[in-house]
């Protein structure tokens, strides 16, 4: 297809925009442009924008605290995941993608690898192979509400094993992959222990499916029994590690996929001897075979009513900026969302 042939914008009209960033800094840097479409090149293909997830990522990264690994980092466009309709694929692309909602995220869009431009803008291009197709059926922000965090939560979930009348502990519960993992694991039949930092998270967590709630302030270590656990999902880390290990029954399993606690852990060794697995997840690994197993499985627990998607709040794109100081308050419960 010719550019001439794809372009619907008037002469006179931007055919796309985009949330841009010409160095580090307060959410102020983060300013509405307008972009070309571009011809797109073999495996490629541009999606529509129709909800792009704002993640802490995103602001560590606007904040120079994760910087951009490229020679020339500016100009960034931020957003590590988007949910979209594709309007027009590469020349080695299937066209019968055109038209599908899909989802894609991570695999080089922007992030501190940005390999491509993020997802804060209108018009998104990424190679087929990232993408995963959702059914029509599922809503597409439902989808975009569970997105990242979502994904991450299943495939931290999966290296515990088969989860169904398993006792599985979720450290940082009421937070973005604490949420869904509680929703995800109740759904699969297993008995979930969330750990929140507040007490008034736990009405919260039990209607997500959570058997029992424990509340231990920021910073503060929970008693937990030792060999209370099946599995634990540890989205937290610093000192509640230790702690975790501890719960652990014999060939029990930890998976590690945050470290908001901090990244220094310690714990006994003698834990080691029962004996358990210690391990951990990162979506820096996430591959599109990966991406489309997980988004099969939670887009199919959606259509059952086995998970709920978070609660979430759409901003207008080019709102970016208040978006990013909504979340760095911490007081804003659930997702938000970019919309065109």
């Known amino acids: 297809m010719s550019l001439s ?12 925009f985009a949330i841009r960033m010409s160095r580090y800094g307060p959410p102020d840097v983060l300013t509405w ?10 495996s490629e293909v541009r999606l529509r924008t129709l909800a792009s997830g704002v993640n802490y990522t995103d602001l560590r990264i606007r904040a120079g605290d994760w910087p951009i690994r490229r020679a020339h980092p500016f100009p960034y466009t931020p957003g590590v995941e988007v949910v979209g309709e594709i309007e027009a694929v590469g020349p080695d692309a299937s066209t019968g993608l055109i038209g599908q909602t899909v989802v894609t995220m991570m695999q080089g869009l922007g992030g501190v690898r940005a390999e491509r431009a993020g997802g804060y803008a209108t018009h998104v291009v990424v190679d087929a192979d990232t993408v995963a197709v959702m059914p029509a059926s599922v809503d597409p922000f439902a989808m975009a509400a569970l997105g990242l965090p979502g994904v991450t939560a299943w495939q931290g979930l999966r290296r515990l094993g088969p989860l169904r009348e398993r006792r599985i502990l979720i450290t940082g519960a009421a937070g973005g992959v604490g949420s869904a993992a509680v929703s995800l ?47 634990v999902l540890d989205t937290v ?95 804003h419960r659930g997702r938000l969302l970019l919309t065109p």
């Open 33 to 42: 442009e307008p972009t070309a479409l571009v011809a797109l090149r073999g």
């Open 185 to 231: 694991a109740a759904g699969q039949g297993a008995q979930v222990t969330a750990v929140v930092a507040r007490p008034d998270q736990d009405d919260h967590l039990r209607r997500l499916g959570a058997a029992t709630v424990v509340v231990a302030a920021r910073g503060a270590v929970p008693s937990l029994r030792p060999g209370s656990q099946d599995g």
């Open 237 to 331: 880390g610093g000192p509640l590690f230790g702690a975790c290990v501890s719960a652990l029954a014999p060939a029990g399993v930890l998976c590690l996929v945050g470290a908001v606690g901090g990244p220094e852990v310690a714990f006994d060794a003698w834990s080691l001897i029962q004996p358990v697995v210690l391990t951990g997840y990162s979506t820096e690994t996430l591959t599109g075979e990966d991406l489309r197993e997980a988004v099969a499985a939670l887009c199919t627990a959606l259509e059952a009513g086995a998970i709920r998607p978070p609660d979430y709040e759409t901003l207008p794109l080019r709102q970016a900026a208040d978006a990013h100081r909504i979340l760095e308050a911490r007081t």
């Open 5 to 16: 042939a794809e372009n619907k914008a008037s002469p006179s009209e931007p055919d796309a």
